[in-house]
Each structure stands twice: as structure tokens, then as C-alpha cells.
């Protein structure tokens, strides 16, 4: 039997320990409130769904699958031009780390670790994004009534589908790790890149939460009040940064020695 304050006590250590060693997150709330807020309210919510389930026979991989299945529900929602669907939609891609935080953490307390539970995190963690990306997209659809961004749409998917790095096991090629210190599967650090590389990145959207956090404000700031020049511009610049990543790792993977 797994008790609350057990499943709790577990969850943040791991996760802080986490943050804090292999992303070089400032967990301080003086330097960082937004993410310190964010990151406590999913891991509280995490801590009770997680002790509500462990005692029973529901595994890690549900957990993770569950999590597309609540993303995707959410694009549904957001493409249905209904007011209060569309609320919801955006409240389920606020909380859409939740299921993240629970699996790794319910595998590690039943012993259900695995390369293949960390292989099927890293999938879901891409058709998430894709799942954002599209509810986005009908969104403004929908509020612009411009067919433009319907062929964004076409061609974002296009590019993320196809990339060849989505294909390629992160495990078997050796990009990922197994980490005693963190107690999970972690992906191998990359050399630093350039200040224009590391600029282009942050400006492509990839879900990350605070980004995603920041199109749903920009959805709201539409649906009260119209406001929604930067929102109708970002697609453009989405469009442009996925076609320079997919050009990118073509020419590493297939010409690169």
C-alpha cells in the first residue's frame, strides 16, 4: 500500500532533483514565480491522482497514453467554435504536463521502468506537441476565417511527420541514458550551439509549457477581446523555423560524415 505522504515526498523529490541536475532549472521562486507556481500546482495535482491510483492495476504506459488521449480531446474541444469548450480546451492544455509528471513516477514506485516506458514518453511528448499545434491552428482557422493557415497546418504536420529524428530510437542509437541519480531514463546534453541557433529554437514552438502557456494566453487575449496580431503571426514563423529544422536534420543525419 502506497500512502499519500509517501507518493507525494517521492514525486517532488524526484522531480526537483531532476529539474535541478539535468535541465538547470532555478527552482527559487523569487527568480522564477511563474514556473515555481506552475510546477507546484502540477505536482500537487499529480500527487493525488498518483496516490489515487497506485493501489490499483493501472500502469505507467495508461498513464502516458491517457495524457495524449486528454490532449487531443482538447483539440477536439478548441475546434468546436463553442465558447465553453473552447475554455476547457484551453484549462486541459494548461494541465496537459500532469499525466507526465505521474507516469515515470507511478513506474519507478510498482517497479515498471523501462526503455521502452522512457521510448513511449519521448512519442508521446511528439504527438503532444503535434496535438497543441493543430488546436492552435484551427483555432485561428476558425477565428480568421483565412485558408492560409490551413495549409500552414498541412505543411507543419508534414514536416513533423516525416522528420527522420521522430523515427530514430533515441535508446537504441545511444541518446539516451539511464541515470541512477534521477532514477530515469534522461536524454544525452548536447554541446552548447550558437546565440542565433539558441534564439531559433526558443522562438519554435514545441510545446515546452511556458510557450504553450504563452498561445494560450494569446488565445484568450482573442477570444475576449480581439486582440490577436502577434497570435495570427506566429504560425508564419512556426511554418519557417520547422522547415530550417527539418532541412537541418536531413543534412545531419544523410550527408554529414
Do not use: C
Amino acid at each position: 500500500m502506497f500512502t499519500y505522504k509517501k507518493v507525494r515526498g517521492f514525486l517532488f523529490k524526484r522531480n526537483i532533483k531532476l529539474f535541478k541536475k539535468e535541465y538547470n532549472w532555478d527552482y527559487s521562486f523569487l527568480r522564477s514565480p511563474y514556473r515555481k507556481f506552475k510546477t507546484v500546482l502540477n505536482l500537487e495535482i499529480a500527487a493525488v491522482l498518483i496516490f489515487l491510483i497506485s493501489n490499483t492495476n493501472i500502469k505507467a504506459n495508461q498513464v502516458t497514453f491517457f495524457g495524449v488521449f486528454w490532449v487531443y480531446l482538447a483539440t477536439f474541444f478548441i475546434a468546436t467554435e463553442i465558447s465553453v469548450l473552447i475554455y476547457l480546451a484551453l484549462f486541459m492544455y494548461f494541465t496537459k504536463l500532469i499525466p507526465d509528471y505521474m507516469d515515470g513516477t507511478l513506474a519507478h514506485l510498482k517497479k515498471q521502468q523501462s526503455k521502452e516506458g522512457f521510448e513511449l514518453d519521448l512519442w508521446a511528448g511528439d504527438v503532444n506537441k503535434l496535438g497543441v499545434l493543430i488546436g492552435t491552428l484551427l483555432y485561428i482557422y476558425n477565428s480568421s476565417n483565412d485558408f492560409v493557415y490551413i495549409l500552414i497546418l498541412i505543411l507543419s504536420i508534414i514536416l513533423n511527420v516525416v522528420d527522420p529524428r521522430k523515427h530514430i530510437s533515441r535508446t537504441k542509437f545511444g541518446i539516451s541514458v539511464y541515470k541512477k541519480s534521477v532514477q530515469t531514463h534522461v536524454q544525452k546534453k548536447k554541446k552548447g550551439d550558437n546565440l542565433i541557433f539558441n534564439f531559433l529554437k526558443f522562438l519554435n514552438f514545441d510545446a515546452r509549457s511556458n510557450y504553450s502557456d504563452f498561445v494560450i494566453l494569446l488565445i484568450l487575449l482573442d477570444v475576449l477581446y480581439g486582440i490577436n496580431l502577434i497570435l495570427f503571426l506566429m504560425p508564419w514563423v512556426w511554418l519557417v523555423l520547422y522547415f530550417l529544422s527539418f532541412s537541418r536534420a536531413n543534412y545531419l543525419i544523410f550527408f554529414k560524415k
